[in-house]
């Protein structure tokens, strides 16, 4: 069982920057990778970045790409979305998520893969 925090959401302007983190707590994350996903009123949950827990690879949204930067603290359990130059498009609500590798390997945009699931911080980019 992994539980997951998520935090740092607010309202910003845009071109602003927000920073959200999200703590695990549980099972050991070493084989694991860690994702970010938003999901606006009426929209589906899509996908934004995601990040291998133990080697750090990383992965992007093309609408995020040069924006947003995932990372981990492997000591703290804590993954983060540095979020850039922000858009009133990324207004959403922010879901961290937890899959294990042998999922994520299959299908990493797909929120299908992540098991475990935070309970979402608002995000509200005004223009």
């Known amino acids: 069982q992994v539980q997951l925090v998520e935090s740092g959401g607010g309202l910003v302007q845009a071109g602003g920057s927000l920073r959200l983190s999200c703590g695990a707590s549980?099972?050991?994350?070493?084989?694991?990778?860690m994702g970010w996903f938003r999901q606006a009123p009426g929209k589906e949950r899509e996908f934004v970045a995601t990040?291998?827990?133990?080697?750090?690879?990383?992965y992007y949204a093309e609408s995020v790409k040069g924006r947003f930067t995932i990372s981990r603290d492997k000591d703290k359990n804590t993954v983060y979305l540095q979020m850039n130059s922000l858009k009133p498009e990324d207004t959403a609500v922010y879901y961290c998520?937890?899959?294990?590798?042998?999922?994520?390997?299959?299908?990493?945009?797909?929120?299908?893969?992540?098991?475990?699931w935070g309970q979402g911080t608002q995000v509200t980019v005004s223009s």
């Open positions: 549980g099972r050991t994350l070493s084989s694991s990778a």
């Open positions: 998520a937890a899959a294990r590798v042998i999922d994520w390997i299959r299908d990493y945009v797909s929120p299908r893969q992540y098991a475990y």
């Open positions: 990040i291998e827990w133990n080697g750090g690879t990383t």
